[in-house]
């Protein structure tokens, strides 16, 4: 028997593909015209879906090394993925456009043969949020029950464990972050020169400038200011803040992971740093179409229902914006790290050891890198109390500028 030849039809599988849109009004022998639609549009999200799961999979497998080690020629491969992931998302988001060309009216024609059939009980969205590390704690609750509650075939059960039961791509990238090169205080010590170099950043761009102001009203505005960078700053820089704040859901990596984070960021322009900025810039990315997406089908669901009661028994619009918030971002403390960073001017330079460590240069730019870096000792002796100095209680702060007497102010600056 000969073999039957592949041509297109068959290698994309079309009988199956264009054969599975069971128009449920159309069965019922009252044909809607816009339910087509809606099946073909829903189908479509589904088939993406199950391509981004696909990449974040194989992104996944790239992270999670025996070795747990990140092969940097693999990173490459990374950035591609995410990316795709990306663009993915982008046209998800838009294809609610296509669907809003359908009315209210339209769809209330056919609402009625959907029966208890809800977009919540999407398998493949709830995969997706799973592997790329949405914590359960922070789920709202679907009409008072667990999301799993829905799912009761075998298959779907087990995906989900799976899911949840091997690591996260968030937590996969916390490990990786906490490898950041630079962070050990014998490697380079970044911790302990960026606090140095966030005390003195905090001194002549916000404190002697508020010691200098004449105006009382203004001074203490001034000081105000002042005392808010100290408490940001001084909220990465105490572990046990830091800790608190995780357990509140105000941040999610490690105090090691968000030290890592921030010396990509503040080194991103250094070669060996570019692909890891561009992967935090891309996790950033997917985490905001995320929202976007639930943000775009709120305002749908809301325009062709108001405030009815969804299909599967939920809420609808109410639950559906409540997914609309920063519990619902993986990656909360990327879109966060902004709050701490700090003028390129004050950033600390790198040492001769860890400019070579970081770069990629010939030997030739390497030894000119030498001669203009030469290595200071005393940039390893740095305070490592893990506090701002600025934050300790009842500071005594001096200043002398512009030829005025010796101010002291003292202020408490317990939170």
Not at 119 to 129: D, I, N, T, W
Not at 376 to 394: A, F, L, V
């Amino acid at each position: 028997m000969a073999e039957k030849k592949l041509n297109y039809k068959n290698y994309l599988q079309l009988d199956k593909l264009l054969d599975c849109q069971l128009v449920q009004s159309k069965a019922a022998g009252n044909t809607v015209h816009d339910e087509h639609l809606f099946i073909i549009t829903h189908q479509a999200y589904e088939l993406w879906f199950k391509q981004i799961l696909y990449e974040i999979d194989s992104v996944r497998v790239l992270f999670d090394t025996p070795a747990k080690t990140l092969d940097e020629g693999k990173t490459l491969n990374i950035i591609n993925r995410l990316g795709r992931v990306s663009l993915i998302l982008k046209l998800l988001t838009d294809q609610f456009q296509i669907l809003e060309t359908m009315t209210p009216l339209d769809f209330l024609e056919f609402r009625g043969y959907l029966s208890t059939a809800s977009g919540f009980q999407s398998l493949q969205f709830r995969l997706v949020e799973n592997k790329l590390g949405l914590q359960d704690d922070n789920r709202i609750k679907y009409n008072q029950q667990h999301y799993r509650g829905v799912f009761c075939a075998h298959a779907d059960v087990t995906a989900l464990e799976d899911s949840t039961g091997n690591p996260s791509l968030f937590k996969l990238v916390e490990a990786w972050l906490e490898r950041t090169p630079g962070l050990v205080k014998h490697e380079f010590n970044f911790w302990g020169k960026y606090r140095k170099a966030v005390n003195r950043w905090i001194d002549e761009c916000w404190l002697k400038p508020a010691l200098a102001e004449e105006d009382p009203i203004v001074r203490e505005t001034r000081m105000l200011e002042y005392r808010k960078q100290v408490e940001t700053f001084e909220s990465i820089f105490d572990p046990e803040k830091h800790q608190v704040l995780v357990e509140r859901g105000d941040r999610r990596f490690s105090h090691r992971a968000s030290q890592g984070a921030l010396m990509i960021s503040l080194y991103r322009d250094e070669p060996r740093f570019h692909q890891p900025f561009h992967m935090l810039s891309l996790l950033t990315d997917i985490d905001s179409l995320m929202t976007k997406w639930r943000s775009n089908h709120v305002t749908m669901v809301q325009r062709m229902i108001g405030s009815k009661m969804g299909t599967g028994g939920s809420s609808g619009y109410q639950y559906l914006r409540s997914t609309v918030s920063d519990r619902y971002k993986v990656f909360l403390d990327l879109f966060n790290l902004s709050a701490f960073l700090i003028p390129r001017d004050f950033i600390p330079p790198l040492t001769s050891s860890m400019k070579r460590r970081l770069s990629v240069l010939s030997h030739e730019q390497l030894d000119e890198v030498d001669a203009e870096y030469q290595l200071d000792i005393s940039d390893d002796e740095t305070d490592d109390s893990g506090i701002c100095p600025h934050s300790n209680t009842g500071n005594d702060v001096t200043d002398i500028e512009n030829g005025m007497k010796e101010v002291k102010v003292t202020f408490d600056l317990k939170i």
